[in-house]
């Protein structure tokens, strides 16, 4: 595959830097190009002055500052990105995962593989 053709940017918001970290090494190792932020403001700040057209965000559930059920309801409601698929990955499950379902293309429980969430990334574009 060549990854300048094929090119998928992912926008990881986590708060862990450590597990921030782990994940944009393995994804850049399939191929993606990976942005990323601590927390939901951070993401809306880098996909509104981002050059490159972020594919999919991938996003913690509770983080500082804004979380990630704001950040999805935030990015569904904006018409720039509001096609933009957004994966919940969270060790807290939903309650309300019919309201989660709304504005996640995808909800994934941690720990969960890194081929189950990759599959899930890629279904989901």
Not at 25 to 32: K, S
Not at 37 to 42: K, L, R
Not at 105 to 125: D, N, R
Request: hydrophobic share 45%; glycine share 4%.
């Amino acid at each position: 595959m060549n990854p300048s053709s094929h090119a998928r940017t992912l926008l990881i918001v986590e708060d862990n830097k450590d597990v921030r970290n782990i994940f944009a090494e393995v994804f850049q190792g399939v191929g993606y190009h990976v942005l990323e932020a601590g927390n939901g403001e951070e993401a809306l700040a880098l996909m509104a002055h981002e050059r490159t057209a972020v594919s999919v965000v991938l996003t913690d559930l509770r983080m500082p500052v804004m979380d990630g059920l704001e950040l999805a309801t935030r990015i569904k409601g904006d018409e720039r990105f509001s096609s933009i698929p957004v994966v919940l990955l969270s060790a807290t499950p939903m309650s309300n995962s019919w309201q989660a379902l709304e504005v996640f293309s995808a909800l994934l429980t941690k720990p969960c593989s890194f081929e189950h969430l990759l599959s899930t990334i890629e279904s989901v574009q």
